[in-house]
């Protein structure tokens, strides 16, 4: 499954904290989407995340659980995505929380299925970014040095590139997409239509698209176009 992320040209992410009837599901993960992505920043709980895995479950489609808390780890999922914030000066981001984690859990940890997500957050407005105190305000050359550092000097196997909610640079997100050697780049944050899905798909690998989902359904399947078969 890890190799398969390589393949993912587009991702639907779900927030088990959102209400999603049984109908609006069904055509998410019958989309032709790659992948269903599953979190959130704020309000995740066991019992939200276990409800929505089981009810995604019932569909043949790779699922991965994104880990913002510890909370929110329940079994059944393909791949557990594990966030380190690149752009914070605050360590538990990147490396502190993930210590306490494995400290207490490393028995129960299934490893064979973790990946590490080098996440830059770029809009200052977002629960994220205020969450974990990203360093927002950075100009195009810094961006791309986080991203460096995320690919070349910890070979981390994906960079995201997060605006969450927000259209982002895509002047940037390009520059970071060729500045990259060997990681997968992500990019989420405003796609709300087709036309926003081919903008970001033209300058990065895999688009996450999430908010549109429960705003206009039809925009957020219009979407999936982007992926080239």
């Not at 779900?14 to 989309?31: F, G, M, N, W, Y």
């Not at 970071?176 to 796609?191: D, K």
Request: with cysteine; aromatic share 8%.
């Amino acid at each position: 499954m890890r190799e398969q992320i390589k393949t993912w040209q587009h991702v639907f992410k779900l927030d088990p904290d959102r209400t999603i009837s049984d109908d609006v599901l069904a055509k998410v993960c019958s989309s032709g989407t790659d992948a269903i992505m599953v979190g959130g920043s704020s309000g995740v709980t066991y019992n939200n995340t276990a409800d929505l895995i089981k009810r995604i479950s019932l569909y043949d489609i790779p699922c991965v659980l994104e880990v913002s808390d510890l909370e929110m780890v329940v079994p059944g999922f393909d791949l557990y995505m594990i966030p380190l914030i690149l752009n914070t000066n605050d360590s538990q981001w990147m490396i502190g929380q993930h210590v306490s984690a494995i400290e207490q859990y490393s028995h129960l940890m299934p490893w064979d299925k973790l990946v590490p997500e080098g996440y830059i957050v770029l809009n200052a407005d977002s629960t994220v970014a205020q969450r974990t105190e990203a360093l927002t305000e950075i100009d195009l050359d810094r961006a791309v040095a986080y991203a460096q550092a995320g690919d070349r000097l910890f070979r981390l196997p994906i960079i995201y590139i997060e605006y969450s909610g927000r259209f982002g640079d895509m002047e940037l997100t390009g520059e970071i997409r060729r500045s990259t050697h060997q990681a997968q780049l992500f990019y989420g944050g405003g796609i709300r239509d087709y036309h926003s899905a081919r903008q970001a798909k033209q300058v990065c690998d895999t688009i996450v698209v999430g908010n549109i989902i429960y705003e206009n359904l039809q925009a957020a399947l219009d979407t999936v176009q982007v992926i080239s078969r």
